[in-house]
């Protein structure tokens, strides 16, 4: 069963929201404490999606949340009264999963949360490989960098230098990249 | 917006930039350690995480759910999965390129040597004529270290499922097991049997390399879908780690360093002078012989230890069928030819300019004088004096 943080901080009446949920077959957790305490709240219950007012003040509160949860990622779901498909747009663009509508219906919101949860797990795995594909892009640079430091330094081919850099990199129970970081400090300390 | 991969599309750029690479803590593990720490994945796109297992069992699992991508893999464990021998229902798998030959062995106990057990004809001798059967340990029921153990006891007289006791151990507890006498011998992948000598608990009686030399070991395993999902990470993880594999063998300088990083805690975790003298071919058995083994463990060979030839494959299927694992003949050549990615790999190795020749056979000579060339492996099965073809034996294979 989906677990649902109802974030609850407007003046917005969610009762309809919560029942509706509720009767969908979700496990609606109602939070209309203090929004400095949201963090330390989503910590413990652990929710599968968080539901947030568009309006709430809340909002920036989980922009915290976000990055403070940033290895263990939830999908946001938002819900307003306003049927404006640009805000929507937008929302969806910033990253927020999905959007409600107050008075929605109890059997649509499977499907809409269903479909939150696809797209929020499609975004975090294309996430995490940009994120690879940075990281090694980055490293291929670095190692590149200090493979050219080495070829003037013992003034050999670039073979040889990788040769040098992974021995060493072995010998020392190291990865290539850790020998590449020492080459340049080093470097740079020599000027 | 528009998607961040669409430069993927039409390109052989790798489809997944990042892999999870499963493997067991073994010194013929070393390709895959060096090719993900030494930068040999980063020039086609592609990170290697590895992921050290606890057991085979765990990486056959994790590698059919998809958890990893690809791992180091028993030749025979593919071929189980494949063929549905085993805990799990078929999957269709892939063998993407072989990772080694040679470099396992046969060991004894101290307790046999004081019983002057320390020859083949000795053994052969204990176990016929004593009353209590002895027990001997293997990696995996299906496994290579499970055949050579069977194909070597079997070619010195001795039936592998029943004149002794075959149980499985996990490779890093075979010592402790030798150690508590719970198991006289066992067969298992360096650094362990180097480590039962140098602990003084045991002793080399066989290579796997006497038993068929140059024979093939691991492999890069995968699912038949990763291959068809992601075919460029396949070929460009493939490339990688062929080039590691050259790395090592580029002088013993290279082989020493390679000993160094494995013996570090996150991979094989023991210590270095286990791994380092057998990597390097130079054996002691612990009996006082020392000797520099022609066919040590090796890891490239100028790609001849690469190449998935059919033939290796279907050995493995030939003895599944010898020892009961398999019931039934299967379509020998008809399995090989959809396990073996033979293409994948021989594009992989063009563009490196690794020669990958044209043939999909090899034909060895094995201990006990007959020659493997992968033309009659029904035949093959079924020739053997000593095997347990019958269905009764085939349950105790499997137990």
């Known amino acids: 069963m989906l677990r649902i943080l109802l974030i609850n901080d407007t003046a917005r009446k969610v009762g309809r929201l919560k029942a509706a949920l509720t009767e969908a077959g979700f496990e609606v957790i109602d939070e209309s404490g203090l929004t400095i305490d949201l963090p330390a709240r989503v910590e413990t219950v652990r929710p599968d999606v968080i539901l947030i007012d568009t309006e709430s003040p809340g909002r920036d509160v989980m922009e915290q949340v976000v990055l403070v949860s940033r290895d263990q990622p939830r999908p946001i779901v938002m819900f307003t009264d306003e049927h404006d498909p640009n805000v929507m747009r937008q929302a969806i663009r910033a990253g927020v999963s999905a959007y409600i509508i107050e008075g929605i219906q109890a059997q649509r919101l499977q499907p809409i949360l269903d479909v939150a949860m696809a797209r929020f797990e499609s975004d975090q795995a294309l996430r995490a490989q940009l994120h690879a594909r940075d990281q090694q892009l980055a490293e291929r640079k670095r190692i590149e960098l200090a493979k050219g430091l080495l070829m003037k330094m013992k003034d050999c081919n670039e073979e040889e230098a990788y040769t040098l850099m992974r021995r060493q990199a072995m010998s020392r129970q190291q990865k290539l990249i850790q020998v590449a970081e020492q080459i340049i400090a080093m470097s740079e300390l020599l000027g | ?399």
């Open chain 2, 1 to 399: 917006m528009n998607d961040p991969l669409a430069w993927v599309n039409g390109s052989d750029a790798p489809e997944k930039s990042s892999l999870d690479l499963g493997f067991m803590a073994l010194t013929d593990c070393a390709s895959l350690v060096v090719a993900a720490t030494q930068g040999f994945a980063q020039p086609y796109g592609l990170t290697l995480n590895l992921k050290r297992q606890s057991s085979w069992a765990n990486l056959r699992d994790k590698l059919v759910s998809g958890e990893l991508d690809a791992a180091h893999s028993l030749y025979g464990l593919i071929y189980a999965v494949h063929l549905g021998i085993g805990g799990v229902a078929p999957c269709p798998m892939a063998v993407l390129m072989g990772l080694n030959q040679n470099g396992q062995s046969i060991n004894l106990s101290r307790g046999l040597q004081t019983q002057g057990v320390v020859t083949p004809e000795a053994l052969e001798r204990h176990v016929h004529q004593s009353r209590t059967k002895l027990t001997f340990a293997q990696t995996f029921p299906t496994g290579t270290h499970a055949m050579w153990l069977y194909y070597w006891l079997a070619s010195q007289g001795i039936h592998p499922l029943r004149d002794v006791n075959s149980v499985v151990v996990p490779p890093p507890q075979m010592v402790a097991h030798l150690q508590a006498g719970r198991i006289e011998g066992f067969c298992v992948g360096e650094p362990w049997s180097a480590s039962a000598v140098k602990e003084n608990q045991g002793f080399t009686l066989a290579t796997s390399q006497s038993i068929w030399p140059d024979h093939p070991e691991k492999v890069l395993g995968c699912t038949q879908a990763f291959v068809d999902e992601y075919p460029n990470t396949a070929r460009v993880l493939v490339m990688a780690i062929l080039e590691a594999s050259r790395f090592i063998e580029q002088g013993s300088e290279n082989r020493r360093s390679t000993a160094q990083l494995l013996s570090a805690r996150e991979y094989l975790d023991a210590p270095l002078d286990c791994i380092e003298p057998r990597l390097l071919g130079n054996y002691d058995d612990g009996l006082g012989n020392q000797w520099q083994d022609p066919h040590a463990l090796r890891f490239f060979a100028g790609g001849e230890v690469n190449l998935p030839y059919l033939s290796d494959g279907m050995w493995f299927m030939t003895q599944f069928r010898r020892w009961g694992l398999l019931r039934e003949d299967p379509d020998y050549l008809g399995v090989a030819r959809q396990v073996q990615q033979l293409a994948l790999y021989r594009q992989a190795a063009e563009t490196l300019g690794i020669a990958a020749g044209d043939s999909e056979m090899r034909s060895s000579q094995l201990i006990d004088g007959k020659t493997w060339d992968g033309s009659d492996p029904a035949g093959y099965a079924r020739s053997f004096r000593l095997h347990a073809l019958a269905d009764d034996a085939s349950r105790q294979a499997l137990r």
